[in-house]
């Protein structure tokens, strides 16, 4: 069964908002960070977003400042307010789990989405 599913994509000009959103399956309540990671066709999975248990937040350089990533521990939900989009961040974004602290390496992730698409232009 799918433990996380993300929503919220679609298509926006450059300058637009949107904010994405990760339903967790509770089976993955234990998990220590959540992040967001996004690939574009012909290039590899990158980290955007992390946050831990703690509350602890990071964010890859392209998106630090346009980006918000925050979690609601009661709706089991994690999100992912993007601003000031450009054509760049052009791309499939997924949400990811893992136990231990957050790193920038989606092969460390071993619980993911499917993905939902946000197309810049």
């Known amino acids: 069964d799918v433990q996380l599913v993300e929503s919220g994509g679609g298509s926006v000009q450059a300058g637009g908002s949107l904010r994405l959103a990760c339903t967790i399956s509770k089976s993955l309540d234990s998990s220590d960070c959540l992040g967001w990671f996004r690939q574009a066709p012909g290039k590899k999975r990158e980290g955007v977003a992390g946050i831990d248990n703690h509350g602890k937040t990071s964010y890859s350089k392209s998106v630090n400042g346009r980006f918000i990533i925050s979690k609601d521990d009661a709706k089991n939900t994690l999100y992912l307010q993007m601003n000031s989009l450009k054509p760049e961040d052009t791309a499939m974004y997924f949400c990811?789990?893992?136990?231990?602290?957050?790193?920038?390496?989606?092969?460390?992730?071993?619980?993911w989405g499917r993905g939902t698409q946000v197309t810049v232009s």
């Open positions: 990811a789990a893992r136990n231990g602290p957050c790193l920038w390496s989606a092969l460390r992730y071993n619980f």
